[in-house]
């Protein structure tokens, strides 16, 4: 699918916000939202720590602070699309993590066509990581994480900001 009606950035990783940005500057969509951001961090914040100026997205970009899971940037993702009337969305995160996000996502939306453009993470991109021991408890963790929330099991853990915002 070319253009969708919205772009949510799952954050975790500064590729993943570039990669947003660079979506809406092409125009696959209309807006965005940064899902999960770090409290305080405004527009200027975050285009700086992407190299990019924040003026040409003003307007065009929701900032989303509540999340801190991944089933938290679903239910934060759900809410901002519900706003929004956006019945499509780009899913922008770590290709690792897609299987899940999609997963949650999915749950919280039903009725939304969901596009995943999976980042490559730079972790695993890097040379001799599939040797790194760090690699192997990365992936291993994320499918641990999926099972979980396959089995609907994802709601059992709630970190305080999201408790704090519910």
Same mark, same amino acid.
């Given at each position: 699918?070319?253009? /969708?009606?919205?772009?949510? @950035?799952?954050?975790?990783?500064?590729? +993943? @916000?570039? /990669?947003?940005?660079?979506?809406?500057?092409?125009?696959?969509? #209309? +807006?965005?939202?940064?899902?999960?951001?770090?409290?305080?961090?405004?527009?200027?914040?975050?285009?700086?720590?992407?190299?990019?100026?924040?003026?040409?997205?003003?307007?065009? @970009?929701?900032?989303?602070?509540?999340?801190?899971? /991944?089933?938290?940037?679903?239910?934060?993702?759900?809410?901002?699309?519900?706003?929004?009337?956006?019945?499509?969305?780009?899913?922008?995160?770590?290709?690792?993590?897609?299987?899940?996000?999609?997963?949650?996502?999915?749950?919280?939306?039903?009725? /939304?066509?969901?596009?995943?453009? #999976?980042? #490559?993470?730079?972790?695993?991109?890097?040379?001799?990581?599939?040797?790194?021991?760090?690699?192997?408890?990365?992936?291993?963790?994320?499918?641990?994480?999926?099972?979980?929330?396959?089995?609907?099991?994802?709601?059992?853990?709630?970190?305080?900001?999201?408790?704090?915002?519910?």
């Amino acid at each position: 699918m070319g253009e /969708t009606d919205g772009i949510v @950035v799952l954050t975790g990783g500064s590729e +993943r @916000v570039v /990669t947003g940005f660079r979506l809406l500057a092409e125009g696959r969509a #209309p +807006r965005m939202l940064i899902s999960g951001a770090h409290p305080g961090a405004g527009l200027a914040e975050i285009a700086a720590a992407a190299n990019l100026d924040p003026a040409p997205f003003a307007g065009r @970009v929701a900032i989303g602070y509540a999340a801190a899971s /991944t089933r938290g940037n679903a239910v934060e993702a759900a809410a901002w699309a519900r706003a929004e009337g956006a019945r499509s969305l780009r899913i922008v995160t770590a290709g690792y993590h897609m299987p899940r996000a999609m997963l949650e996502l999915r749950r919280a939306l039903p009725e /939304t066509e969901l596009v995943p453009h #999976p980042v #490559p993470s730079a972790a695993l991109r890097a040379r001799g990581a599939l040797w790194r021991p760090g690699s192997w408890m990365l992936l291993l963790g994320e499918y641990g994480r999926y099972l979980m929330a396959r089995a609907g099991l994802s709601g059992l853990v709630v970190s305080r900001r999201e408790m704090r915002d519910q």
